[in-house]
């Protein structure tokens, strides 16, 4: 199986359509979204639209909690607060009603999905750190968890007892006796320094993982966001990736 494995698209309608027409060369047997599909830009419908089918599984993040009143909007700093209050007067009832619906985990034999942790999937919690990893590993039942939130692309590795170790590697090898922790990077906000949409693929008949970047449009989905009225910064950060 080959699945397409992607998060935090923002309502970054260009990143996404660009990240979909990538995935199309690559005989995707699953898509996977690990969450926020909300939040920040100007096209939460259209991006919604994309993935509210049968083909794609898509996990709730904290930006499409609190489209539905499931997360507290204080814990937001003002700028994805103020998108917020825009999404929820612009997006559609199908819409909501496609994020309320949206679960907080997944699993199959293959692999697990949660947006923020596995201890604390409803807070939200960031995974920055080996502790935190660690964590994880302790609960993980399948060999590979996909996680979003923080934005930037990485992996923790454990192997041996309790050795866990940090990579930043494009190609992971998945190898037998050890387990994964992959944060695929942000589709539509990536913040480690590589503005383009980052995307990923976990190919189980090859046994790799890899972290893809595609360009896109950044000068149209920053103006969409201006010409909404939302924060300018939300449009300037696309142009550098942090």
Known sequence: MRYGIFSDIHSN?????????????ESIGQYLCVGDVVGYG?????CISKINN??????????DWA??????????????????IWTKQTLDEEGKNFLKGLNIFYKNPDLTLVHGTLDSPGNFDYLTDSYGAWRIFKLLETKVC???????????????SNEILYVDDETIP?????????????????RDCDPRAAY??????????????????LEAAGKK??????????????KTGI
Do not use: W
């Open 200 to 217: 990923c693929i976990y190919d189980t008949d090859n046994n790799t993982i890899q972290i893809k970047r595609i360009a896109y449009d």
């Open 225 to 238: 966001i201006v010409d909404a009225g939302l924060p300018g910064f939300l449009a300037e950060r696309l």
């Open 54 to 63: 049968p083909s794609v599984i898509t996990v709730a993040g904290n930006h």
């Open 146 to 160: 996909f996680v979003g939130h923080t934005h930037v692309a990485g992996s923790f590795i454990k192997f041996g």
């Open 13 to 25: 309608l260009e990143a996404l359509s660009a990240v979909l027409d990538a995935y199309s060369s």
């Open 174 to 190: 998945v190898e037998e006796g050890k387990k994964y922790i992959v944060n695929c990077g942000s589709v539509g906000q990536p």
């Open 42 to 46: 100007a096209n939460p419908a259209e």
């Open 67 to 84: 489209m539905c009143d499931l997360f507290r909007i204080d814990s937001f700093n003002p700028d994805a607060k103020e998108a917020i």
